[in-house]
């Protein structure tokens, strides 16, 4: 085995007892078995993957409810297309339809406007905090009707939102350049093997993370101005199935936040974009590839958590979550859960496959996750953040 690489969470985890802060981020040894990190793989034998997209027909039934681098053997893939690839070689929203983001020429400047236009910005407030206390990170709309994909360190904190009296946490969606408030959300999935695993951290004022479940879907509801009617159509990067392989060209999109603070933070954010290559796969297992790492740039930084991992197609290939530590930006090594984890992994915690579950209705998909997942999520952080 070789020795665990130091790997921290890129999005800021706060500790909330009176008041809500943000804390900076530092890189330390993970030990406890929740943490167990990403190990590399030398090589991954190209899988096949189907060409079409099946559209998944509509459900009648309620779903189910519920680094430090060591070696690897050298893992199989399936011959033929498993779970995760089952939609196809790229999980398309199927309804309501709309045009791919990407222009046809794929040329690297289209598809960066392309893809940037998905990115938004996640802005988290307290009461308690403040103007000067915030929790900013970044997520990707996945579909055109305002879906998106984040991670679960950052989707945790609508989880807070009547904690400890209502409406104390107020989560929001920004876009632009600077980034200003443009729409209400909800938190429509967190995986519960995350909150599980890692309620406890948040009360850390350095907490790790490797990027095991940690992943989530939050859903535009309104927006801030009234008098703004919601998009009909929102931009959003299709999901690729296909895995990246070493050296691969990677476009990389967020919101990195490292180096500002209090009223910069809410005045002057702009989302960053950098072309890279994959520079190591990993796995949490032996035999699936569920992180690459993308070396330093200017989006590894704090508040690029949830950020995108796109193709020169401007498919989504990965979602950025952890960084190692480094002095500057392009000494820190990036890292993202791949598409296909994701994928495999949410159709283990919501009990169906993502494809499945974007086709149904938004609304009766949030309220099924209150009813039978969202109690327990909110009494396991509550019980760590009030826990001597």
Same mark, same amino acid.
């Given at each position: 085995?070789?020795?665990?690489?130091?790997?921290?969470?890129?999005?800021?985890?706060?500790?909330?007892?009176? +008041?809500?802060?943000?804390?900076?981020?530092?890189?330390?040894?993970?030990?406890?078995?929740?943490?167990?990190?990403?190990?590399?793989?030398?090589?991954?034998?190209?899988?096949?993957?189907?060409?079409?997209?099946?559209?998944?027909?509509?459900?009648?039934?309620?779903?189910?409810?519920?680094?430090?681098?060591?070696?690897?053997?050298?893992?199989?893939?399936?011959?033929? !297309?498993?779970?995760?690839?089952?939609?196809?070689?790229?999980?398309?929203?199927?309804?309501?339809?709309?045009?791919? !983001?990407?222009?046809?020429?794929? =040329?690297?400047?289209?598809?960066?406007?392309?893809?940037?236009?998905? +990115?938004?910005? $996640?802005? &988290?407030?307290?009461?308690?905090?403040?103007? @000067?206390?915030?929790?900013? =990170?970044?997520?990707?709309? $996945?579909?055109?009707?305002?879906?998106?994909?984040?991670?679960?360190?950052?989707?945790?904190?609508?989880?807070?939102?009547?904690?400890?009296?209502?409406?104390?946490?107020? &989560?929001?969606?920004?876009?632009?350049?600077?980034?200003?408030?443009?729409?209400?959300?909800?938190?429509? @999935?967190?995986?519960?093997?995350?909150?599980?695993?890692?309620?406890?951290?948040?009360?850390?004022?350095?907490?790790?993370?490797?990027?095991?479940?940690?992943?989530?879907?939050?859903? $535009?509801?309104?927006?801030?101005?009234?008098?703004?009617?919601?998009?009909?159509?929102?931009?959003?990067?299709?999901?690729?199935?296909?895995?990246?392989?070493?050296?691969?060209?990677?476009?990389?999109?967020?919101?990195?936040?490292?180096?500002?603070?209090?009223?910069?933070?809410?005045?002057?954010?702009?989302? /960053? /974009?950098?072309?890279?290559?994959?520079?190591?796969?990993?796995?949490?297992?032996?035999?699936?590839?569920? +992180?690459?790492?993308?070396?330093?740039?200017?989006?590894?930084? /704090?508040?690029?958590?949830?950020? /995108?991992?796109?193709?020169?197609?401007?498919?989504?290939?990965?979602?950025?979550?952890?960084?190692? =530590?480094?002095?500057?930006?392009?000494?820190?090594?990036?890292?993202?859960?791949?598409?296909?984890?994701?994928?495999?992994?949410?159709?283990?915690?919501?009990?169906? =496959?993502?494809?499945?579950?974007?086709?149904?209705?938004?609304?009766?998909?949030?309220?099924?996750?209150?009813?039978?997942?969202?109690?327990?999520?909110?009494?396991?952080?509550?019980?760590?953040?009030?826990?001597?």
């Amino acid at each position: 085995m070789l020795a665990l690489l130091q790997t921290i969470t890129v999005g800021i985890f706060g500790f909330l007892v009176a +008041v809500f802060s943000v804390f900076g981020l530092h890189t330390e040894q993970a030990t406890a078995p929740s943490d167990r990190m990403p190990a590399v793989i030398q090589e991954i034998p190209e899988a096949p993957v189907e060409t079409t997209v099946t559209t998944p027909a509509p459900e009648k039934e309620t779903p189910v409810a519920e680094n430090p681098k060591t070696e690897a053997p050298k893992p199989t893939v399936p011959s033929t !297309p498993n779970s995760e690839t089952a939609v196809g070689s790229t999980l398309i929203p199927q309804t309501p339809t709309a045009p791919l !983001p990407v222009a046809p020429t794929n =040329a690297p400047s289209a598809v960066n406007e392309a893809v940037r236009k998905t +990115v938004v910005n $996640i802005f &988290c407030t307290s009461i308690f905090g403040g103007p @000067f206390d915030a929790i900013s =990170a970044s997520g990707v709309m $996945i579909d055109p009707r305002g879906i998106i994909l984040t991670n679960a360190h950052v989707a945790q904190y609508f989880l807070l939102r009547d904690y400890p009296t209502p409406n104390t946490m107020s &989560c929001v969606i920004r876009t632009g350049a600077p980034a200003i408030p443009q729409y209400t959300a909800e938190l429509m @999935f967190l995986p519960p093997s995350w909150i599980q695993k890692n309620a406890q951290k948040i009360k850390d004022e350095n907490p790790l993370g490797t990027g095991e479940h940690d992943y989530a879907l939050v859903r $535009i509801t309104g927006t801030i101005n009234k008098q703004n009617a919601l998009p009909s159509v929102f931009p959003y990067s299709p999901i690729s199935t296909a895995l990246p392989k070493l050296d691969d060209d990677v476009l990389i999109v967020g919101y990195p936040a490292g180096f500002l603070g209090g009223i910069a933070l809410q005045r002057d954010l702009y989302q /960053s /974009s950098a072309f890279t290559k994959v520079r190591e796969l990993l796995t949490f297992v032996e035999s699936t590839l569920d +992180v690459f790492s993308i070396g330093g740039s200017v989006v590894a930084q /704090s508040g690029s958590s949830g950020g /995108s991992a796109s193709n020169l197609a401007g498919e989504l290939i990965g979602l950025i979550v952890t960084t190692t =530590a480094g002095a500057d930006t392009s000494s820190r090594d990036l890292r993202a859960i791949t598409t296909s984890y994701i994928l495999r992994d949410f159709q283990n915690e919501a009990g169906v =496959a993502l494809g499945v579950y974007l086709s149904g209705d938004p609304a009766e998909r949030v309220s099924l996750f209150r009813q039978t997942k969202e109690v327990d999520l909110i009494r396991r952080l509550t019980d760590a953040i009030e826990a001597d």
